[in-house]
Each structure stands twice: as C-alpha cells, then as structure tokens.
C-alpha cells in the first residue's frame, strides 16, 4: 500500500440477513491512511455488520471493499494480513495471563522467540500492564481487559486497526484513558483506525472524519466540525417573563432579524429561540432589543450544535430515540447507552 491509498475504501456495500432484516442498504466508507475514522450510528444502524465486511468475517450481497490494498472479497488471506481487530467482545483467553494471551496471538501471526517475547513486553509497558502481565486475565478490571485486546490486535503490527465499540462498558477515567491511547496510535505511529461508536462524544473526540450511519447507509460525512458547522451558529433560547400585556412578536422578530449574523428567530409561546453565528456575542444586543420593546427575560441558554443536532437533522429523529427503539429488543447488558 503507498501511502496515498486510503487504509479502506468501500462502496454500495449491501446485505439482508436471512429473515430479511436488511442490515446494509448502499453503505459506503473511505478512511485516509493514518487518520482515524469513526462510524457512527445508534445500535442496529449497521456498524458491525461494515467492519464484519472489513475484516473478512462475512461478504457483502454486493458491492466492493478494499483494505489496506487488498480487496476484501478476492484476497481476504492478505486482508487479515495486513489488519487489527479489536472486536466488541474480548478475545481474551480469561483464564490465561495477560503475557500467554500475547504470545499465543503472536504465535498465531508466525511470530516466534526473542523477538515475539519483545513484542509482548513492548506491549504490555505500552498498554501499562507490565505490573499485571503475570496475573489472569479474568482479574483484571474492564478497562485493563480493553487495553490488553487493543495490545492483542496489534501484536502483528498491522497497517489497519478496527476498534468495534472500544470504550463500551469502561468507566469514564478508563474512557479517557482509552482515548488517549487510540490518538496516539493514529499520531505517533500513523496506523490507520476504523472505529466504529454510538457515543457522540466518542467520535467528536477522536475521528478526524464521522460518516453517520443509519438505516445501513451513511446519512452525512465530514469532520465533527464540518458536519456541527453545517448547522451554521449557535443555538440562542430565551425564556420570558410574564408581561402586562402581549408581546408584539413580529415587532420583536423584525428588530431582531436585523441583526448581522442572528436568524432563525421563532417565538413559540413565552420562549425564544434563534441561531447565531456567534451566540455569546450576540446574547446582549438580543437581550437590548428585548427589554427596548417591553419584553423582559427570565432566563438564557447559549448552546453550541453537537452531533446529536447533525444527526437529527440528517435521520430525523434524535439519536438516543434512534438508539432505544433499536435496543428495545436487546438484553440490557448488550446495550449501550448514547451520550
Ligand atoms: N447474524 C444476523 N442475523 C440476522 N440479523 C442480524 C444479524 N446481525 C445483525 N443483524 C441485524 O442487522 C442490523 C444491523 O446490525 P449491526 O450489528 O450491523 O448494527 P450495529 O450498528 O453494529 O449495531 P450494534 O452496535 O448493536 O452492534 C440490525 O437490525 C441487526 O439486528
């Protein structure tokens, strides 16, 4: 692979499991070499079932994917070669130390002696286990459990990482913890990661590009800001005090539209909302405006877009509601929750 060529490059991919659930419906995906990219979508949008394509574990109906130059559905031997797989659940043999569970998947990539039991030493200082490499790996606590299969996936060194939900389940000082650790295989080691999230926070912190999924295609794509900034400004709501008499709304709206850069102005009963490109900065000329025509307010909040906002606008429905009508059906311990 040079490395102009993107890490996966992924088109009209589609697939109906038996029983007719259509998990793919023309989903497409190309991640730059050494960019990490985030797939995100709420449960059931068809994440896992991409990166299954990916990494070889199941085919398309149809449709073409390539990764790390190799084409997923012709040469899936050089694929997974040439790939890292850190799936949902852990591959981690618990009753083995964390040190045996590296060798073995050494092993298994032909690495053998010195050189193998260097790389799971390297591992293990890099993941911050060496104090635990002796101990089984059913003792460790979940978010040493996550960073041991990160180390298992990368044991072969491969060009291309796939993290399939990697921070599910962990508490948010091993979240955190996690983060970090992904951004510095992308920056310091230029590996190129696919991963796949239904936390909204988890994608803005990490991806440089986000492909929304849902419904088994991509509904947007860009970087978090590109797709925030889509929204074009702030969100600006006023809550307004009761007044002796009726507030003249489209006086108000008309002194208000004529600000630089404050749109979007919409009255719905004693609340106020309205978008601005910069919401702080236009906060006081609002609440100016306001008080000049007899209109008094109780309270303000100045939001910036999220990916929720995105999401919303391109699925039409918010992502949590997406994300609970999907999980309805599923045991609670296999669902997540969006944030
Ligand atoms: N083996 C299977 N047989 C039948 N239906 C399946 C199978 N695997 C997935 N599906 C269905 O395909 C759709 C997409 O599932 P997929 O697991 O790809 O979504 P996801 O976005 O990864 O969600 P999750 O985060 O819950 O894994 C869902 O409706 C799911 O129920």
Do not use: C
Not at 248 to 261: I, K, N, P, T, V
Not at 262 to 270: A, I, P, Q, S, Y
């Amino acid at each position: 692979m040079t490395t102009h060529a993107p890490a996966v490059e992924a088109h009209d991919l589609t697939k109906t499991y038996p029983g007719g659930v259509t998990a793919l419906d023309g989903m497409a995906v190309t991640v730059a070499a050494g960019t990490v990219f985030g797939l995100l979508g709420p449960n059931g949008a068809g994440k896992s079932t991409t990166v299954k394509i990916l990494t070889t574990l199941a085919r398309p109906d149809s449709g073409t994917a390539a990764v790390a130059g190799h084409d997923a559905l012709r040469h899936p031997d050089r694929v997974r070669r040439a790939i890292g797989v850190v799936a949902q659940k852990s591959g981690a043999d618990p009753v083995a130390t964390g040190r045996e569970n590296l060798l073995l998947q050494g092993r298994l990539y032909g690495l053998r002696g010195t050189a193998l039991a260097r790389r799971a030493d390297e591992l293990l200082a890099r993941f911050d286990l060496t104090g635990a490499a002796g101990r089984l790996v059913r003792t460790y606590s979940g978010g040493m459990q996550r960073r041991l299969d990160v180390a298992l996936g990368l044991v072969h060194r491969p060009q291309v990482l796939f993290l399939d939900e990697p921070t599910t389940g962990l508490d948010p000082e091993a979240r955190t913890a996690m983060w970090e650790e992904i951004s510095r295989l992308a920056g310091d080691e230029g590996l190129s990661i696919l991963l796949t999230t239904h936390y909204l926070e988890e994608a803005d912190r990490l991806a440089e590009r986000i492909a929304i999924v849902d419904r088994g295609r991509v509904v947007a794509e860009g970087t978090p800001d590109e797709l925030k900034g889509e929204l074009r400004g702030d969100a600006v709501h006023m809550e307004l005090r009761e007044t002796p008499g009726p507030v003249d709304a489209q006086l108000l709206r008309a002194a208000l539209d004529s600000f630089a850069g404050v749109r979007e102005v919409v009255f719905d009963g004693r609340r106020l909302s309205a978008r601005a490109d910069d919401g702080p900065a236009a906060v006081p000329h609002v609440l100016a405006v306001l008080e000049r025509e007899g209109a008094h307010v109780a309270s303000v909040t100045v939001a910036r877009p999220s990916l929720d906002d995105v999401y919303l606008r391109y699925a039409g429905r918010r992502f949590a509601e997406a994300d609970a009508a999907a999980t309805a059906s599923v045991p609670a311990a296999a669902a997540g929750g969006a944030r």
